[in-house]
């Protein structure tokens, strides 16, 4: 990551990965009764894109991913924004967020991938006008697929409405995302609590300390989405008759950090059980080593007792005395066994 | 459980189990003089259900379960609700809420159920309107029953008052329900506390943490209860001469959740229990182990020292120094276990 | 206790323990001349009982024990009071709230006793009239004796004052009395503390956790106080000249509530405290053992050696050689105990 | 410490322990260009020091110790004060608070002494009135000394200004007296560091136990200050003028909190500290243990069975077969060492 | 630090460390088209310096280090500051704040460095008018270069802006620093984690400890960060068109606030890790021991039982009772082997 310490603020450079695809802009110009997607390269391409702008029809630009920071800016002034949200922008590892300005609105948001045990978020920003969503989306593969689907779909209802209710099925999108992110890591937490009760190994706290890493990174990227979506709903841009979809999101955000909070909660307390379970095995290994112990320290001193070299020790040459010292010597196991057994310790 | 990632907002999906009985819709028109209880399959009486419904007359509608999808999108198209209200109905692992709608109130609660140390909550969803109330329940055995023989009981308050006063009864009996099952939760905590003190197994954490994780569950779902009754109090739907009512459901909810906060108190600190009885007992058999082992160790090196095959060892054949070493090994034992009771090891 | 659901909201049931007394009724007529007490037996004497009340009189009823629902029930009636408020009265398991009614403030309120390490709860219930005071208490030894006592003592205070005054009087008594609670707690917490730091027992942990449970307990029933002397300073029926007293109720509140947070913060670490009196006892422990074995091991080793039956060793006839191999035994316990030493085992 | 439970509010008995000096009453009338201080024994001289009170003059009145309950409670009626204010005068275990009055602004403030890793508190209660400025303070060390020099040092600011100019001193003499206890806890603290992770031993527990006690007591007087400095910042009581010093003062109040709960946040974490510390040393000691016991046992097993009283075991009697077991013998402990080595054990 | 317990308040005293850079004052005069910086030396040439002063002139005056106590309080004077701000000017550690005064805003910010695993702060505070900017920096290696290169650069935004331009670049500097700080401090983080997990040594404990303690004083420093942002937001001083890069600086605290709340959490964990991993090695060392132990103390027994010196024993005298134990005496460990293999003991 590359921080700016010193730079002038609206300094826009791009602060992510170098882009696994080329940057490219797709214009959506869509009606109830007609949609028209045009895609253009922002390297080879930019004249034409540049000239695509147009403030007034309603539509969706969508560019993605936004590693072309010259184009970015220049398209940046094209649309008329800030200087500090072209740089929120392209500085891609931002808390989201939502703006009021008094053209547009602007809003920050992370779309979380769980994958192979690794948490990655890719951030999307949205600008949302009267009649216009522009989007720009950090290098990942495609998304948003199903809006556009619904998009192409005769008489959906997305084609019928205005930008507020794009933003909307975007943000809903983004939002229940998260779910799929939750559920996965359900399972994860399942099987490592089986793990640390049944079969704990060395590895098992590195699996509490990576889950308990994961979740604090879902935490920070979804309790800033509550204010995010808190902002929208009071927010002028977004007509009165769609607060009601945005309380919705509001709902699951919601719930999502309630399923989160719980995962957590659950999550606090492996290091404690895993700790359990091993002094539980230290128990169970002490108790063998010290029952057998027990039992033959003593009985190993008579046989040394009785094998010391004294001349004197006539004794040892009765018969008697044989048989009763291998009587002692197979009470005592038994009479301690019968002690450890009273005790419990078996 | 479905998700519904991408879909349309307001998309009307059964995301509960399979259903163990045959959704059903009944009918109940109440009046302080009358009361008729009507009864409608919704997979072969679909049409004589539909008809039934007539928004003006005082009565109560209850669909259980609501596993027929189909049916229940078009009842709550009948019944005027919102496409996202339709959703939420059928999605039965929603967090407990109240919303406001201009026409009708929409809550949202669970309905818990602890048997057998599974805790289980059973969506239940109601929609206010001035003269009637529209419940819908997730599927599980029949519930309401002590509420439908009260409305049939002739002159009980219940029937005299309308639908908010039903609502009321309603909502009282699913928040008492939770006392039921904490008063279960205190006397299995109870009885862990004891196992975890005296008798600890291998199971025990298993327990312990089966038992967190409840009183999490439980805590997520009542915890917004708090809020959906406050939303209630406030609510212009609910008539002011009801909210007394309210305020005593909202001081149960309250004290509901000072019980499970203590609850969760108590639980919190028994994996430190379990752990300091473990220790406990590591000490009794580290103790036991080294009282045996530090007598015979040196007992044990006398007679080994005795037992060398020195020729030169004329000792060995006196018979005073054969009484003295066993008068010293008799002795150590017993300077050992002076030792040890003076510091306190048993 | 008996749980009611299901019931009709305001049925009056009693959800006591059985009484230890007859329920009586005490009729305090007082003014700053005059004091006029008249007990009845709610049982034997419920007609002169209820003759007696009047809702003009300046005069403090109080009623105790409470176990005669029915008794409660008609007399609630005819002191005037919503069916909910004599359902509260008689359900004694209820959380210190304070209520305001048309007519009159409804407060419920905790007496703590805690003797020979058990803390109970007595629930009190107080009505305030302009002009009357009634208190309901539950099943316990004879309480506010000290009020009654200035009460009848001649030009005190108390008795010049109107229902307001003696309200808080009685409050006061109440909330003095959790210094009292406190107090014997703090001692046993000292107790305690010298135990698990100077002589844990196996014991211990029960004590730590019962006084855990004690706390949580107490805490329960003193933090909604502070809500409720809260509602009172805000109140309608306390007349503004009084509400100074009720501001040092309030002081008194929270400084219980300080005390008693500050006593679960220390109590909370004894766990903590016991499991590291455990390891510096097992510490000891094995150091003990350690020394002892790692001394005569190697030594053992070496009479083991010298007692092989190897008839070729003809050193072990050496004079020489059986000093020499003396100086050895002696010399390695020297050895270790010195590295012991060194590396501050002991 | 005297609890009242039961007696009427406004008893005003002296709950602090018995006084070391003669209760002393000082009257310090003062201007810009005169000083006079005079000194009454509350015992001795009552009658002259009632006389001296004056409610107009420019004047500060000290009153320490306040064991004389009586001559307390006489000035008090002379001062005009409130019979609850007279009782929090003398009940030196009240809470920090500030409380305005009709006439006077009432304080209750905390000085603390750390000495000799013991805590204590002194009471210091102001009333402050247009003109002057009564302060009580428990039985202490005299106090104020720095104060009444600068008020002795002519062209003083403190001579200048009003009474309220000299609450604010002496509330910035007690405040910054916090600093220095907070540096002496500091101390203590990293040397209980130290001690606990260099040269941990059984008293450790104690050392950690007593200084988070002390840390909740500071606590317990320090959190309220914020309050009442809020207090005094909204008072009408206080000039306009002079409330950029009591925000100064706010500023100190809220640093030393930080301090402290910096301070609690290090001390929490030092159990857990010393638990990993005894775990340390029981790993090494068990290391050396096992290593050697490792080490000896198969070895001794050897020579025990060579020591079998077998008669036909011939090979004991050839010279390789014992020159072979001594290899044996000897490349036993090295292997074994070298595997330890390769598992990291030392 | 020296503390200044009984002065009177306004007492200016410099805190800090002794200075290693001599006391200089620049005067950076300049507009869209000119700039120009003096510097004078405060010892040697105040005179000038205090006759370059002007209280109109669009200026940044910075003045470090702030060692020449006399100094300051002069030139305070002569711009007009408070005697409580010139007071906070020189104590320099001072928590942040933002005070609002009648003719200027007053800021108190922490500069963190963290070099070679210390944390260091070092306190700049600001002084706003309409025209000018004046800043006090504690003792430090120069600071602002990148500002005054920017300053210098022709047609740069920060020349044509006014002071509160410039107050937002240094903010936004100082503010941007943490994030350094926070990266060097995730870096030594995860090398911790490594070293905890994989070799835990005695030294890491104290490495946990220490990361704490840095975490609790970054805390100390950035919070309060909020606060005055926050004030600086609200603040008339600063002119409205402006506000948006003050919210963009506020952002900036909250995400650094984020990131360091959840390294705290991180952290939080590592001595339970590293008591998890003690335990792990300690179980490992004691399934070695007693692996071997049990193994060889029943095979000891019997060399032992035959050694004996019975003479009766003819049993030793026969081949095929010496082929016989041998026998037993292999079979006894692969048996014991197996039964721990089969208890998963390793």
New interface residues.
């Given amino acids: ?1 590359i ?7 609206g300094s826009a450079i791009y602060t992510g990965d170098i882009a696994i695809h080329d940057p490219k802009m797709s214009v959506i110009v869509y009606g109830s009764r007609h949609v028209q997607i045009n895609e253009y390269d922002l390297y080879s391409d930019f004249e034409n894109a540049s000239a695509e702008i147009d403030n007034e029809t309603k539509s969706w630009i969508h560019i993605e991913p936004i590693s072309n920071q010259d184009a970015i800016w220049k398209l940046s002034k094209l649309f008329g924004l ?1 200087s ?1 949200v072209a740089e929120d922008v392209l500085s891609v590892s ?2 989201p ?1 939502a ?1 009021e300005y008094e053209e547009y609105l602007f809003v920050v948001l992370k779309y979380a991938v769980y994958k192979e045990m690794e948490l990655n978020f890719y951030q999307i920003t949205f600008v949302l006008k009267d009649n216009q969503l522009i989007s720009f989306a950090d290098n990942s593969p495609e998304r948003f697929k ?2 556009k689907k ?1 998009l192409e779909k005769e008489d ?3 084609r019928k409405e205005g930008s507020s209710y794009l933003l ?2 975007l943000l ?2 983004i939002v ?2 998260y ?2 992110v939750l ?1 996965e890591l359900s399972n994860e937490i399942e099987e490592l ?1 089986n793990e640390i ?1 049944y ?1 704990p190994t ?1 590895k098992s ?2 699996h509490i ?1 990576a889950l ?2 994961t979740l ?2 879902l935490k ?1 990227s979804i309790w800033p989405m509550r204010e995010v979506v808190n902002v929208l709903l009071r927010s002028e841009s977004i007509k009165p008759e769609y607060k ?2 945005y ?2 999101v509001y ?1 699951h955000v ?2 999502i950090i ?2 989160l909070e ?1 995962n957590r ?2 999550v606090s ?1 492996f ?20 029952i ?3 039992i ?6 008579l ?11 006539l004794l ?4 008697n005395f ?1 048989t009763g010292s291998n009587i002692l ?1 197979i009470s005592i196991p038994i009479l301690l066994l019968g002690y450890f057994k009273w ?3 078996f």
Same sequence: chains 1, 2, 3, 4, 5.
């Fill in positions: 990551m921080r700016k310490v010193g730079l002038a603020p800030h500090l931002h808390r967020k703006e199903e809006i619904r959906s209802r997305i909307f099925s809903d999108f229940d995302h779910y799929l559920e609590e009760i079969t060395k706290i590195e300390h308990k890493r604090i990174n920070k009601i979809y309380r919705d709902d919601i719930d309630d399923i719980g909660d659950t307390s290091l404690d059980i895993y700790l359990s379970t091993l002094s539980n095995r230290m128990n169970e290994i002490m108790k063998t080593l010290s057998i112990s027990t033959f320290i003593p009985l190993s001193f046989t040394r007792y009785f094998g010391m070299n004294f001349k004197y020790e040892l040459e009765s018969e044989y010597m005790r419990k310790w």
